[in-house]
């Protein structure tokens, strides 16, 4: 007999994997440049300022060693293998996180597997293993005319699956940029137990605006969790002018740390007991009407039918 799915019980967030005591988190707001080389010791020694400044998780950007463009991506990409050390960039990120014993939610490079290509986000943990990798599973597609319009979907291809991910400094759901305009993923992972949701992401002049730091403010105060993102720095010579503002918001959608347009390593601290607290104060999950309305987490559905 098939399981019965009960999205209201996987709902309740499961307890902290282990207690984490309050750290730093930097996000590293970086230039990127047409030189892939000087991006990957620029994105380095960022990493390294942001480690001498105590932190214990580094964001990186959106498209952070190339230019955000469907010509640059083909050109750029790189092969992931499952170790994440064998490609210029990952092996950086790997290096580097195992030399400073950090964890690093590597923003995004353009990845190729096979005759594809995908944007993804690697974590390392501080022991410089792989231990996620996520493709940009909902690309992004707009034409406002006379305004914005790129279509990733020329090159890229979507991922397939939402990434959750436990490392020393918490359970961290994964989206890059556009997958933050889709509520329910962001559901999935506070069903799923996560503490902080990382989108690296490289919002624009016309959607930046209006929409980056609301749809942080409001993943983290539907799910009452952490947001963290991290944008390149703007370049108004470029073909894609990203709009910065790298920000950090707590669980109850307050700003705790952002920055403007130029490059920048903001650092800021992430109190897990604060989920806690917002979570006492206001009890959603106890109020939520799932005799009305349910979310279903379609991977869980189908692991649990498998059963
Ligand atoms: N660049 C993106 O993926 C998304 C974006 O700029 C937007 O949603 O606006």
């Not at 440049?33 to 390294?48: V, W």
């Not at 669980?251 to 740390?257: M, R, Y």
């Not at 952002?258 to 903001?266: K, S």
Request: aromatic share 8%; hydrophobic share 35%; with cysteine.
């Amino acid at each position: 007999m098939a399981s019965v799915y009960k999205p209201d019980q996987a709902r309740v967030p499961p307890a902290l994997p282990f207690p984490i005591p309050p750290f730093k988190i930097a996000l590293c707001q970086l230039s990127v440049t047409a030189d892939k080389e000087r991006n990957i010791a620029h994105a380095r020694k960022a990493i390294e300022e942001a480690a001498a400044k105590g932190a214990e998780l580094v964001l990186l950007p959106e498209i952070w060693n190339s230019p955000y463009s469907n010509d640059s991506f083909p050109v750029y990409a790189e092969e992931i293998d499952a170790g994440g050390d064998a490609s210029p960039s990952t092996a950086m990120l790997s290096e580097v996180a195992r030399t400073l014993q950090i964890t690093i939610v590597g923003g995004s490079i353009p990845e190729r597997c096979g005759d594809r290509l995908y944007n993804t986000c690697c974590v390392f943990g501080k022991d410089g293993k792989l231990k996620a990798k996520h493709r940009k599973i909902h690309l992004f597609d707009i034409d406002i005319p006379g305004k914005i319009t790129f279509q990733e979907s020329k090159t890229l291809t979507a991922g397939e699956n939402p990434t959750i991910v436990d490392t020393d400094v918490g359970r961290i759901g994964i989206g890059i940029c556009y997958d933050i305009r889709f509520q329910e993923l962001a559901t999935v992972y506070a069903s799923r137990g996560a503490h902080l949701l990382c989108y690296p992401g490289a919002f624009n002049m016309t959607t930046g605006p209006l929409h980056w730091e609301l749809l942080q403010r409001a993943r983290a105060a539907d799910n009452q969790l952490y947001v963290a993102t991290c944008s390149p720095a703007r370049d108004t010579g470029s073909g894609y002018t990203a709009w910065g503002h790298s920000t950090l918001v707590g669980p109850f959608g307050e700003v705790l740390a952002t920055t403007d347009h130029e490059e920048a390593v903001v650092i800021s601290e992430i109190d897990y007991s604060q989920m806690e607290l917002r979570r006492a104060n206001l009890p959603l999950e106890k109020q939520r009407r799932g005799d009305l309305y349910q979310l279903v987490d379609v991977q869980r559905l189908n692991s649990q039918s498998t059963k």
